[in-house]
């Protein structure tokens, strides 16, 4: 209960994004017996599905090395120690006593999508396949009243202990009548309350769980939003971006049995070791930027020579995630890789303020007051416009004043 | 010295230094600023990219200024409350002296120097307000500016410690709420700023020349020669 406490008291006071990389081999040890105490822990609980993870990997043809390469890859990826790897390698084994509740709220269903990801299941996928998946709306057989009966069972037996994960954004407007759920009715906000009150930690995944993602883009018609603006006093982790990178939805949950913690997470809620780098930091188009080598326009030169997408909209400069690193699909290819700019997707109103695919400066905005788009320059520009029209005014009446009042004779 | 003025003094030569370097630091940001938002111009395609660094170059430039503006500010603070010459905060303070000033100076540029019933020797509390409008449009841009520059520093680390990006983050993550919630939203911010200073700026201009030719008194040379020239009997009159 004291570990929740101050787990749920580093969550609201973590104010950055900073990341400390190297806390020290008195931390590390500490970290290292807590951890391995737990794992044993683990061990004894009776998994929760029958799924045996070596066999998996066995009838995949994975071999013990190439797990073992992954594992200290997932070490490195959460920013432990190299000692670490033979613990994370444990929890992944360990993974199917990790009771996992999945809603889907609001969305396309684009982050079950990623979580089943199989153009030849991978070390990633093969992970997110033995947690023990108690109930997930899109994936299940059942439905309707059974479905329902499932989903409580699950909340029942594995009660306190199960990660509630939600894919999706809460339509608030019109009571929530936007969207229902199951023989009942329920709207989504009250499915995801009821369901939350027992969980121990919540995982918001993709945009629209984390920030309201696209339904909740102007005008936002259904009054979307995430769950942070829903479940308060639970933990609470964001894995934003559209879709999630199921490497990062793995990072979470190995976190969670390796440590029983949430991650160390920013101020957005964003577990730090997927959201504390900037893209634009580990492109491999970087230099092009610092030497003004900018693709043009969809298919030049420049395009042809991986040049940097910047002036085609990238929002690399300003957004915080890891896939400039750990790519998407096991390192296949990412946005940039296949020569299409970042639209910023793992930060708050994604759509409306970063997926315009041009630079800012050219972005048509919103003014405050809705109505009126126009860019930043073409604004600014019309100001400069109306003082330079309110000096010639000025000035002209200034002159003709001027003169009437030397040939006059109101001169003092 | 022309029959019937009086030389007073209004700027010394540190309000002088300060007042360029700031005009041509300005000059800078605007060219090297609107590069890094919308780079308006092309590398030659032939040459290497080890041989270019067109955009990096622009962003020191911009750094560079920036860390001039942030010193300029601190000795404007320092020198709004602590000046041995003016010390303009005085000026800012919304008292019946004040406020009657800035009236009468609205008045006389409204009725287009028809009516003009205050004391021109002096600093006025209507230009006083105008500069603050500028220090502060310029704190914004250095806050805003500082922000996206932590970006870059999202190890927590930086070349000179780790202090630094902790203290840009102390200091200017408020930014982020205050314009709307996302980074994106500091950059618009900072980006129209620039076009609310040029603004500023166009008006300055204006408004000094036009004093210069409707008051008679030579105001433009302050920032020049530091004084300007009153005429005796007004001096008098007041």
């Known amino acids: ?412 | 010295m022309k029959q019937g003025y009086t030389q007073v003094k209004r700027m010394t030569p540190a309000m002088r230094i300060i007042h360029w370097v700031n005009a041509i630091c300005m000059i800078g940001a605007v060219v090297t600023g609107l590069y890094i938002g919308h780079p308006y111009y092309q590398t030659f395609m032939a040459d290497g990219a080890v041989d270019k660094y067109v955009m990096a170059w622009n962003r020191y430039g911009h750094f560079i200024i920036a860390i001039i503006f942030d010193v300029t500010s601190v000795i404007i603070a320092y020198l709004y409350f602590f000046s041995r010459f003016e010390k303009p905060y005085k000026k800012l303070v919304p008292n019946t002296q004040n406020i009657t000033e800035f009236k009468a100076v609205l008045v006389n540029l409204l009725t287009l120097n028809r009516k003009k019933e205050f004391d021109s020797s002096h600093a006025d509390s209507f230009n006083t307000v105008y500069f603050t409008v500028f220090h502060l449009l310029l704190i914004w841009m250095l806050l805003t500016g500082l922000q996206m520059y932590v970006h870059g520093l999202g190890s927590g680390l930086s070349s000179i410690g780790a202090w630094w990006p902790w203290m840009l983050h102390l200091t200017t993550d408020w930014t982020i709420w205050i314009c709307g919630g996302t980074l994106m939203d500091v950059r618009i911010s900072h980006h129209f700023t620039m076009w609310l200073i040029l603004c500023w700026v166009v008006f300055h201009i204006y408004y000094q020349v036009w004093r210069t030719i409707f008051w008679k008194e030579a105001d433009i040379a302050i920032v020049i020669g530091g004084s300007k020239f009153v005429k005796d009997d007004s001096l008098k009159s007041e």
């Open chain 1, 1 to 412: 209960m004291s570990d929740k406490v101050e787990a749920v008291k580093k969550l609201f006071t973590s104010q950055s994004s900073r990341v400390e990389t190297n806390k020290g081999d008195t931390y590390y040890q500490e970290l290292f017996d807590k951890c391995e105490a737990r794992l044993n822990e683990m061990r004894s609980h009776q998994p929760a599905n029958k799924l045996d993870f070596t066999d998996l990997l066995e009838d995949n043809g994975i071999d013990r090395r190439e797990f073992m390469k992954w594992a200290s890859a997932t070490t490195a990826m959460l920013m432990l120690p190299p000692m670490f790897t033979p613990l994370v390698a444990d929890a992944a084994v360990l993974m199917n006593r990790a009771p996992v509740i999945w809603l889907e709220l609001q969305d396309c269903a684009g982050n079950s999508e990623a979580l089943l990801r199989a153009d030849g299941p991978k070390i990633d996928e093969i992970v997110l396949d033995i947690i023990s998946l108690e109930f997930h709306e899109t994936l299940q057989a059942a439905s309707g009243h059974q479905a329902e009966k499932q989903l409580e069972e699950a909340m029942e037996h594995f009660k306190g202990k199960y990660l509630l994960f939600v894919e999706g954004a809460i339509p608030m407007a019109m009571d929530g009548q936007y969207g229902t759920i199951g023989a009942k009715g329920e709207t989504f906000h009250d499915h995801l309350v009821r369901c939350a009150e027992n969980a121990a930690a919540v995982v918001a995944v993709g945009s629209c769980a984390t920030f309201g993602g696209i339904p909740a883009a102007a005008p936002n018609p259904t009054g979307a939003v995430g769950v942070m603006d829903v479940v308060k006093n639970k933990p609470l982790i964001n894995i934003p971006a559209c879709p999630a990178n199921p490497a990062n939805m793995v990072g979470v949950i190995l976190h969670y049995v390796l440590t029983g913690q949430v991650p160390e997470l920013d101020s957005l809620l964003r577990p730090k070791f997927a959201f504390g780098y900037r893209i634009h930091d580990n492109c491999e188009r970087r230099a092009h930027f610092d030497a003004g080598e900018y693709v043009e326009e969809w298919g030049d030169v420049g395009a042809q020579n991986n040049f940097c997408l910047y002036k085609m909209g990238c929002k690399g400069p300003m957004t915080f995630n890891n896939c400039s690193i750990v790519r998407y699909n096991e390192g296949v290819n990412w946005p940039i890789g296949v020569g299409r700019g970042c639209i910023g997707c793992s930060e708050p109103d994604f759509w409306d303020k970063y997926a315009y695919e041009r630079p800012m400066a050219d972005a048509k905005i919103k003014a405050p007051t809705g109505g009126v788009e126009k860019t930043v320059d073409e604004f600014g520009l019309g100001m400069l416009t109306a003082a330079g029209i309110g000096i010639a005014i000025h000035a002209a009446a200034s002159t003709v004043a001027g003169k009437r009042e030397n040939s006059g004779e109101s001169h003092e």
